[in-house]
Protein backbone atom coordinates (compact mmCIF):
# COMPACT_ATOMS: atom_id res chain seq x y z
CA UNK A 1 0.00 0.00 0.00
CA UNK A 2 1.30 3.80 -0.45
CA UNK A 3 0.30 6.28 1.82
CA UNK A 4 1.56 9.80 1.31
CA UNK A 5 1.66 12.68 5.19
CA UNK A 6 1.54 16.08 4.71
CA UNK A 7 1.80 16.98 8.54
CA UNK A 8 1.75 20.58 7.92
CA UNK A 9 -2.36 21.27 7.25
CA UNK A 10 -1.84 25.07 7.23
CA UNK A 11 1.09 27.52 7.33
CA UNK A 12 0.89 31.12 6.95
CA UNK A 13 3.75 33.19 6.08
CA UNK A 14 4.51 37.07 5.27
CA UNK A 15 5.48 37.61 1.54
CA UNK A 16 8.87 37.45 0.93
CA UNK A 17 9.46 34.60 3.37
CA UNK A 18 11.22 31.69 2.38
CA UNK A 19 8.27 28.38 2.83
CA UNK A 20 9.15 24.25 3.13
CA UNK A 21 6.56 22.47 2.72
CA UNK A 22 7.19 18.86 4.07
CA UNK A 23 6.04 15.36 2.32
CA UNK A 24 6.47 11.99 3.58
CA UNK A 25 5.38 8.72 1.74
CA UNK A 26 5.56 4.96 2.08
CA UNK A 27 5.62 2.51 -0.59
CA UNK A 28 7.14 -0.73 -0.91
CA UNK A 29 7.72 -0.49 -4.58
CA UNK A 30 11.45 0.28 -5.46
CA UNK A 31 10.91 2.01 -8.61
CA UNK A 32 8.13 4.79 -7.82
CA UNK A 33 7.35 8.54 -8.90
CA UNK A 34 6.49 11.49 -6.94
CA UNK A 35 4.77 14.41 -7.67
CA UNK A 36 3.85 18.35 -6.54
CA UNK A 37 0.56 20.04 -7.46
CA UNK A 38 -0.90 23.39 -6.50
CA UNK A 39 -4.66 23.85 -6.00
CA UNK A 40 -5.57 27.62 -6.32
CA UNK A 41 -8.76 29.07 -4.96
CA UNK A 42 -10.42 28.08 -8.99
CA UNK A 43 -10.03 24.80 -7.86
CA UNK A 44 -7.69 23.14 -10.83
CA UNK A 45 -4.54 20.85 -10.16
CA UNK A 46 -1.55 22.67 -11.48
CA UNK A 47 1.26 20.43 -12.22
CA UNK A 48 4.02 21.57 -10.46
CA UNK A 49 6.95 18.16 -10.90
CA UNK A 50 7.55 14.79 -11.46
CA UNK A 51 10.42 12.74 -9.55
CA UNK A 52 11.54 8.95 -10.17
CA UNK A 53 12.87 7.58 -7.58
CA UNK A 54 16.36 6.88 -9.01
CA UNK A 55 16.71 10.65 -9.47
CA UNK A 56 17.65 11.92 -6.28
CA UNK A 57 19.19 15.09 -7.82
CA UNK A 58 17.61 18.19 -5.78
CA UNK A 59 15.85 20.87 -8.78
CA UNK A 60 15.21 24.31 -8.54
CA UNK A 61 13.13 25.92 -10.97
CA UNK A 62 12.75 29.71 -10.30
CA UNK A 63 11.81 30.46 -6.81
CA UNK A 64 10.87 26.39 -6.36
CA UNK A 65 12.76 23.68 -5.58
CA UNK A 66 12.63 20.15 -4.34
CA UNK A 67 14.54 18.24 -2.08
CA UNK A 68 14.55 14.30 -2.02
CA UNK A 69 15.93 12.52 -0.12
CA UNK A 70 14.99 8.71 -0.24
CA UNK A 71 16.87 7.49 2.82
CA UNK A 72 14.43 9.49 5.36
CA UNK A 73 11.13 9.20 2.41
CA UNK A 74 11.03 12.92 1.82
CA UNK A 75 10.09 14.98 -0.72
CA UNK A 76 9.80 18.23 0.33
CA UNK A 77 9.17 21.44 -1.76
CA UNK A 78 10.39 24.78 -0.90
CA UNK A 79 9.26 28.55 -2.34
CA UNK A 80 12.18 31.28 -1.68
CA UNK A 81 11.04 34.75 -1.32
CA UNK A 82 6.94 33.55 -1.39
CA UNK A 83 4.47 35.83 -2.96
CA UNK A 84 0.73 36.33 -2.25
CA UNK A 85 0.23 34.44 -5.74
CA UNK A 86 1.89 31.65 -4.31
CA UNK A 87 -1.47 31.28 -1.85
CA UNK A 88 -2.79 28.27 -2.43
CA UNK A 89 -3.19 24.59 -1.19
CA UNK A 90 -0.25 22.49 -2.29
CA UNK A 91 -0.39 18.49 -2.56
CA UNK A 92 2.35 16.00 -2.57
CA UNK A 93 1.85 12.50 -4.37
CA UNK A 94 3.12 9.22 -5.52
CA UNK A 95 2.51 6.37 -7.87
CA UNK A 96 4.44 3.59 -8.75
CA UNK A 97 5.59 2.39 -11.92
CA UNK A 98 3.53 1.69 -14.74
CA UNK A 99 0.97 2.86 -13.02
CA UNK A 100 0.84 6.56 -14.70
CA UNK A 101 -0.89 9.20 -12.86
CA UNK A 102 -3.40 6.78 -10.54
CA UNK A 103 -1.85 9.15 -7.87
CA UNK A 104 -2.12 8.85 -4.20
CA UNK A 105 -2.17 12.19 -2.67
CA UNK A 106 -1.33 13.36 0.82
CA UNK A 107 -3.60 16.14 2.71
CA UNK A 108 -2.50 18.86 1.18
CA UNK A 109 -0.91 21.96 3.12
CA UNK A 110 -2.74 25.22 2.69
CA UNK A 111 -0.23 28.01 2.25
CA UNK A 112 -1.56 31.87 2.82
CA UNK A 113 1.09 34.06 2.08
CA UNK A 114 0.33 37.84 3.81
CA UNK A 115 1.68 41.22 1.79
CA UNK B 1 -7.61 23.51 -27.16
CA UNK B 2 -7.24 25.19 -23.82
CA UNK B 3 -7.18 22.25 -21.25
CA UNK B 4 -9.44 20.04 -19.75
CA UNK B 5 -12.91 20.98 -19.99
CA UNK B 6 -15.71 19.90 -17.03
CA UNK B 7 -19.70 20.06 -16.99
CA UNK B 8 -21.60 20.86 -14.88
CA UNK B 9 -18.82 22.73 -12.74
CA UNK B 10 -21.58 22.51 -9.96
CA UNK B 11 -24.46 20.44 -9.64
CA UNK B 12 -27.36 20.39 -6.73
CA UNK B 13 -29.46 17.54 -6.78
CA UNK B 14 -31.38 15.62 -4.47
CA UNK B 15 -30.71 12.25 -2.52
CA UNK B 16 -31.42 9.59 -4.31
CA UNK B 17 -31.50 10.94 -8.09
CA UNK B 18 -28.70 10.15 -10.74
CA UNK B 19 -26.27 12.46 -11.90
CA UNK B 20 -24.18 12.22 -14.36
CA UNK B 21 -20.91 14.31 -15.21
CA UNK B 22 -18.87 15.22 -18.65
CA UNK B 23 -15.09 15.43 -19.31
CA UNK B 24 -14.04 16.41 -22.22
CA UNK B 25 -9.89 15.89 -22.38
CA UNK B 26 -6.79 17.79 -23.85
CA UNK B 27 -7.23 16.36 -27.26
CA UNK B 28 -4.03 14.61 -28.11
CA UNK B 29 -4.34 12.96 -24.79
CA UNK B 30 -5.23 9.17 -24.87
CA UNK B 31 -5.58 8.78 -20.92
CA UNK B 32 -7.95 10.26 -18.77
CA UNK B 33 -8.53 9.48 -15.35
CA UNK B 34 -11.21 10.81 -12.66
CA UNK B 35 -10.72 11.86 -9.52
CA UNK B 36 -12.86 12.56 -6.19
CA UNK B 37 -11.91 14.78 -3.50
CA UNK B 38 -13.50 15.73 -0.72
CA UNK B 39 -13.23 19.25 1.53
CA UNK B 40 -10.30 19.65 3.23
CA UNK B 41 -8.97 16.38 1.40
CA UNK B 42 -6.44 15.14 -1.49
CA UNK B 43 -8.05 13.62 -4.42
CA UNK B 44 -8.93 10.51 -4.45
CA UNK B 45 -8.11 8.28 -7.41
CA UNK B 46 -11.49 6.38 -8.87
CA UNK B 47 -10.97 4.71 -12.31
CA UNK B 48 -8.78 5.78 -15.81
CA UNK B 49 -9.15 5.27 -19.59
CA UNK B 50 -6.78 4.33 -22.29
CA UNK B 51 -8.40 5.53 -24.96
CA UNK B 52 -11.80 3.75 -24.92
CA UNK B 53 -10.70 0.81 -22.32
CA UNK B 54 -11.23 1.11 -18.72
CA UNK B 55 -8.47 -0.31 -17.48
CA UNK B 56 -8.75 0.22 -13.76
CA UNK B 57 -11.81 0.42 -11.91
CA UNK B 58 -11.70 -1.13 -8.71
CA UNK B 59 -11.21 1.74 -7.02
CA UNK B 60 -14.62 3.34 -7.85
CA UNK B 61 -16.54 3.80 -4.69
CA UNK B 62 -19.32 1.49 -5.17
CA UNK B 63 -21.60 -0.30 -7.53
CA UNK B 64 -23.68 3.30 -8.01
CA UNK B 65 -20.37 4.65 -9.59
CA UNK B 66 -20.11 3.95 -13.78
CA UNK B 67 -17.88 6.00 -15.84
CA UNK B 68 -17.63 5.63 -20.11
CA UNK B 69 -15.43 7.02 -22.28
CA UNK B 70 -17.72 5.08 -25.27
CA UNK B 71 -15.31 6.90 -28.48
CA UNK B 72 -12.09 7.28 -26.55
CA UNK B 73 -12.72 11.10 -26.60
CA UNK B 74 -15.08 12.68 -23.92
CA UNK B 75 -15.83 10.88 -20.68
CA UNK B 76 -18.97 10.75 -18.45
CA UNK B 77 -19.22 9.61 -14.70
CA UNK B 78 -22.18 8.40 -13.64
CA UNK B 79 -23.94 8.01 -9.86
CA UNK B 80 -26.95 6.69 -9.60
CA UNK B 81 -29.30 7.00 -6.67
CA UNK B 82 -27.13 9.29 -4.67
CA UNK B 83 -26.29 9.65 -1.30
CA UNK B 84 -25.49 13.04 0.67
CA UNK B 85 -21.85 11.31 1.32
CA UNK B 86 -21.31 11.94 -2.70
CA UNK B 87 -20.91 15.67 -1.86
CA UNK B 88 -17.72 16.46 -3.40
CA UNK B 89 -15.48 17.85 -5.99
CA UNK B 90 -15.73 15.17 -9.11
CA UNK B 91 -11.94 16.26 -11.15
CA UNK B 92 -11.53 14.72 -14.36
CA UNK B 93 -7.10 14.72 -15.78
CA UNK B 94 -6.06 13.83 -19.23
CA UNK B 95 -2.75 12.39 -19.89
CA UNK B 96 -0.83 11.56 -23.03
CA UNK B 97 0.59 7.90 -22.43
CA UNK B 98 1.84 6.59 -19.45
CA UNK B 99 4.94 8.73 -18.18
CA UNK B 100 3.69 12.30 -18.81
CA UNK B 101 2.05 14.49 -15.97
CA UNK B 102 -1.58 14.60 -16.28
CA UNK B 103 -3.24 17.89 -16.72
CA UNK B 104 -6.87 18.14 -14.32
CA UNK B 105 -9.78 20.21 -15.26
CA UNK B 106 -11.57 22.65 -12.32
CA UNK B 107 -13.64 20.37 -11.22
CA UNK B 108 -17.71 19.39 -10.71
CA UNK B 109 -18.83 20.32 -7.21
CA UNK B 110 -21.63 17.90 -6.32
CA UNK B 111 -23.98 18.63 -3.74
CA UNK B 112 -26.09 16.35 -2.56
CA UNK B 113 -29.42 17.93 -0.61
Known amino acids: AQKVTQAQTEISVVEKEDVTLDCVYE???????LFWYKQPPSGELVFLIR??????QNEISGRYSWNFQKSTSSFNFTITASQVVDSAVYFC????????????FGGGTRLMVKP | DTGVSQDPRHKITKRGQNVTFRCDPI?????LYWYRQTLGQGPEFLTY????????KSRLLSDRFSAERPKGSFSTLEIQRTEQGDSAMYLC???????????FGQGTRLTVV
Open chain 2, 93 to 103: ASSWGENTEAF
Open chain 1, 51 to 56: RNSFDE
Open chain 2, 27 to 31: SEHNR
Open chain 2, 49 to 56: FQNEAQLE
Open chain 1, 93 to 104: ALTFNNAGNMLT
Open chain 1, 27 to 33: TRDTTYY
